[in-house]
């Protein structure tokens, strides 16, 4: 194949550090149609799906996970392009290489044009979702790439220094792994953040961390998104991990959050250790079926009665 990105000087500068915005041709692979997307539903094994769906805007956050429930991939289409779910795809290295083949080749080109950029870790994942779908205000623990093939979104951004949006304690929390994927949110923070609008082609990367939340626009949305690591981001890891620990299980209160130097090293260090003997394993979070796909009414759900519902494997 040939080249699959296209990025400003700016956007190759900025990639892996802040906001970066580019151009990719992933949809001229022929794999993003409706029929490849349907066989590729089709051959996704439980533990390497999720399905969600999500509250309305203005309405108390809640994100609930589900079952496909054994629904052919069309209609299974059909539910994501009718209703208001969110179904990501996981592990592209076990299920599809076909598609891992054009995320490396996009970061490998990146590195190219960016000498000195290192990013590893690479896990990408296929976000299928409604056009009226959205996902609520959360951080992600690595740097993320947001490749976007089909449909409209905007995206809202919010700057990860600003400890009243995203406090040091949250941090830790999404890291350690024991919150939801929500954290604290006020509409008023809107008027400081950056609203980017992705239309198919186009790629976004943004700052380690930085909180964001997703309005699909318009059209059934098919994405990539990828979670990469750069030597940097290693680091902010181990820190805030290490400082988690120290603040839930010694009861300190973590003064520095700097990444560098040799106090940092010696936190990833513990962080390390601490991940090692599972320390804090028992408070990460579970994720609950609470309903599935109705087969008689595609694009609507069904509740799973409480007594039914069982905790998803994901591996
Ligand atoms: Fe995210």
Do not use: A, F, L, T
């Given at each position: 194949m040939s080249k699959i990105v296209e990025a400003s000087t700016e956007s190759i500068e900025n990639f892996g550090s802040g906001l970066s915005h580019f151009n990719h041709n992933f949809a001229s692979s022929g794999l993003f149609t409706d029929e490849k997307l349907a066989e590729l539903i089709e051959r996704y094994?439980?533990?390497?799906y999720m399905l969600n769906t999500m509250t309305a805007q203005g309405d108390k956050p809640e994100w609930r996970s589900g079952e496909i429930?054994?629904?052919?991939g069309d209609k299974v289409l059909q539910a994501l392009t009718d209703g208001r779910i969110w179904l990501a795809l996981r592990r592209f290295d076990v299920v599809c290489p076909e598609y891992d083949d054009l995320v490396h080749q996009a970061f490998s080109e990146m590195e190219d044009l960016k000498p000195g950029l290192k990013t590893f870790n690479h896990k990408s994942t296929m976000l299928i979702s409604s056009p009226g779908a959205r996902v609520l205000y959360h951080a992600d623990i690595p740097y993320v790439c947001l490749f976007h093939v089909r449909g409209r979104k905007k995206l809202w951004l919010y700057d990860a220094e600003n400890k009243s949006h995203l406090p040091d304690k949250t941090l830790e929390g999404v890291i350690l792994r024991e919150t939801e994927e929500e954290i604290g949110y006020d509409e008023a923070w809107d008027k400081e953040a950056s609203a980017v609008v992705l239309e198919p082609g186009k790629a976004l990367s943004w700052q380690l961390n930085a909180p964001h939340r997703v309005d699909n626009l318009d059209g059934l949305n098919v994405s990539i998104t990828t979670d990469y690591f750069t030597p940097y981001a290693q680091k902010k890891y181990g820190v805030y991990y290490a400082n988690g620990v120290a603040r839930r299980k010694f009861g300190m209160t973590p003064k520095s959050t700097n990444v560098d130097g040799l106090g940092a090293y010696a936190k990833c260090a513990a962080a390390l250790a601490f991940k090692k003997t599972g320390i804090?394993?028992?408070s990460e979070r579970e994720m609950i079926s609470t309903f599935r796909l109705d087969p008689n009414d595609i694009g609507k759900i069904v509740d799973i009665p409480n007594q039914e519902r069982t905790v998803i494997e994901q591996l």
């Open positions: 094994p439980r533990e390497y429930n054994n629904i052919s804090m394993k028992s």
